[in-house]
């Protein structure tokens, strides 16, 4: 029995999330590298306020304070389950996967503005979130809305890092979000999720579609018995 923990803005500031998460040694971040990369990332900040792309999670849990919330796409990146969760979502011996954005394609999803006298401390929120293991590589990615163009920090795929999964099939990847479960909760449960709010904004993944229908085929199949 996996005792489930809840992401919120208080369990990640007080470190509630992260002492819940046994991470390796060998991957885990420190608070020096975790602000380092922050500020290093705000660095090369556009003027105005600051724009967060999210395409998981953080479109339905970001744990900041957000004033504005738009449906974008992004060029060159795609949505991926390319990350093995050895913990949220999964366990060392049962991994789960997890979204990225990694190269090619396009990706739809939500940009969130946060007030730029704001976005040191709401930001900060987000790296000891995303950054714990330095799975991702933050940078700066083109956006385009309806309104126009935008410059957002997206959290794109650390090709070299060990969690990293490569390409699967969808049958591979449905097996997997079907069966685990983490500290976070299950890999179905953050599919689903994933697929009802970009259907609330009116924004089509179609490969997150198809795996909504083939886990849910799964989860639904009757268990053999021993």
Known sequence: MINRVHLTRQSILDGTARAALPIDPALA???EQILASLDHTLAAAPPGDIWLFAYG????????EVVERIGVTVQGWHRSYCLWSKIGRGTPSKPGLMLALDRGGRCHG???RVRREDAR??????WRREMVAGSYHPRWVSAVSPAGRLTAIAF???????NYAGRLTDEEIAHVIATARGRF???AEYLFD???H??????VDPRIARLVRRVQGLVSEPQSKP
């Open 57 to 64: 999670s953080l479109m339905w849990n970001p744990c900041i």
């Open 198 to 203: 970009l259907v609330e904004i009116g924004l």
């Open 110 to 112: 939500i940009a969130l």
């Open 121 to 126: 401390a709401e930001l900060e929120v987000v």
């Open 194 to 196: 994933t697929h009802r």
């Open 185 to 187: 909760g299950t890999c």
């Open 29 to 31: 971040w420190s608070d």
């Open 156 to 162: 794109t795929m650390n090709r070299t890092h060990p």
